[in-house]
T-cell receptor
Framework: SQKIEQNSEALNIQEGKTATLTCNYT??????LQWYRQDPGRGPVFLLL?????KEKRKERLKVTFDTTLKQSLFHITASQPADSATYLC??????????FGTGTSLTVIP | KAGVTQTPRYLIKTRGQQVTLSCSPI?????VSWYQQTPGQGLQFLFE???????NKGNFPGRFSGRQFSNSRSEMNVSTLELGDSALYLC??????????????FGSGTRLTVV
């Protein structure tokens, strides 16, 4: 069956360090993968998209990698700040824009 | 531009009742998708509408239904509510299938509590 797994436990990290979140999937052939940020009581907010033929994407302090052989995406936040504390979701999409979300990783950046 | 608007924000219903939730997409977006989010299951896809037609459907019972109007606004309905239907219901809009994947925008959701 299809499965998307993110870091199962909450991730605590010291301010200024790099946070690395993992998204692993099985039995999918996604056209692209997205990362979202979700704050309590709010809807997810789009952060980055990476396509199946791309290895890496960057946006300011964010970096995403995508390894279709390993069926894994890594999401990095460099120079992390307390304001980065939130739940981060990965989503796989097929060519018809149907999305499948992971359950999320709760990140806490400690001052 | 205005974001995706979901109403109401909070709702308390009794088991067995039915409920209708509303979603107004970003102006110009013609595709609306609905999701159910619970702590244990995460975000689960309910259905997607485009041009008043249901394009995709998730694995939910027939008690969950939806529709889209000519102005792209969408409603979802849940009949015969069960306690397990308590969740955050999110809608997301996009320009259309296969268009501008980075423009997939979520609303703030409707928190439904079934008692």
């Amino acid at each position: 069956s299809q499965k998307i797994e993110q870091n199962s436990e909450a991730l605590n990290i010291q301010e200024g360090k790099t946070a690395t979140l993992t998204c692993n999937y099985t039995n999918y052939s996604p056209a692209y993968l997205q990362w979202y940020r979700q704050d309590p009581g709010r809807g997810p907010v789009f952060l980055l998209l990476i396509r199946e033929n791309e290895k890496e994407k960057r946006k300011e302090r964010l970096k995403v990698t995508f390894d279709t052989t390993l069926k894994q995406s890594l999401f990095h936040i460099t120079a992390s700040q307390p304001a980065d504390s939130a739940t981060y979701l990965c989503a796989l999409a097929n060519t018809g824009n149907q999305f499948y979300f992971g359950t999320g990783t709760s990140l806490t950046v400690i001052p | 531009k205005a974001g995706v608007t979901q109403t109401p924000r909070y709702l308390i219903k009794t088991r067995g009742q039915q409920v209708t939730l509303s979603c107004s997409p970003i102006s110009g977006h013609r595709s609306v998708s609905w999701y159910q989010q619970t702590p244990g299951q995460g975000l689960q896809f309910l259905f997607e509408y485009f041009s008043e037609t249901q394009r995709n459907k998730g694995n939910f019972p027939g008690r969950f239904s939806g529709r889209q109007f000519s102005n792209s606004r969408s409603e979802m309905n849940v009949s015969t509510l069960e306690l397990g239907d308590s969740a955050l219901y999110l809608c997301a809009s996009s320009p259309g299938p296969g268009e501008a994947e980075s423009d997939y925008t979520f609303g703030s959701g409707t928190r439904l509590t079934v008692v």
